[in-house]
């Protein structure tokens, strides 16, 4: 059942994003004041508040460190004269991370520490950067990094001396 919904949910992303985007809006919130309230419960409403700024603080700071270190890998690979793939993804899961850790809630913090720690950061960014499609400066469209194609470009120069 729930494996149909997702595959109807799937189909009419790909047709339209809307309905998809105004079910998460409307679906996480709810999800996230019914932990809220449960937790509460079983722990305190003070507890609960104290719990969820922690989180905050935790990942805010967990991002800058995460943040640096990824910028620094970006530059090693920059100077290797690589292609920076993904450092560039993880850098947008730490951004997502971080601002899902913001948010105040439970869900969005797990999700939060998801994208925050490094073993699954890069399993996502390699996750990610298989669907993703690349355009080569040729303009022919292929998948991801390994589809075998040739990265050579062809092509002639000449050297203007002022």
């Avoid at 937790?39 to 508040?49: L, Q």
């Avoid at 990942?59 to 450092?87: K, M, N, S």
């Avoid at 073993?119 to 022919?140: C, D, E, H, I, Q």
């Amino acid at each position: 059942m729930l494996l149909s919904v997702a595959l109807q949910l799937r189909y009419v992303c790909r047709m339209n994003p809307f309905p998809a985007l105004l079910l998460l809006f409307l679906l996480v919130p709810l999800v996230e004041i019914y932990l809220l309230i449960q937790i509460g419960g079983v722990i305190g409403a003070f507890p609960t508040v104290m719990l969820v700024v922690f989180t905050a603080v935790l990942g805010a700071a967990l991002a800058r460190y995460q943040g640096l270190a990824t910028l620094q890998r970006l530059q090693a690979t920059i100077a290797r004269g690589e292609t920076p793939a993904i450092e560039v993804f993880e850098g947008v899961l730490l951004l997502v991370g971080a601002l899902l850790l913001l948010t105040p809630g439970f869900l969005t913090d797990l999700l939060g520490f998801a994208c925050l720690i490094p073993l699954t950061r890069r399993a996502l960014a390699f996750w990610l950067l298989k669907r993703v499609t690349v355009v080569t400066p040729g303009g022919a469209p292929r998948k991801g990094p390994e589809s075998g194609q040739s990265r050579t470009l062809e092509g002639e120069f000449r050297r203007e001396d002022d």
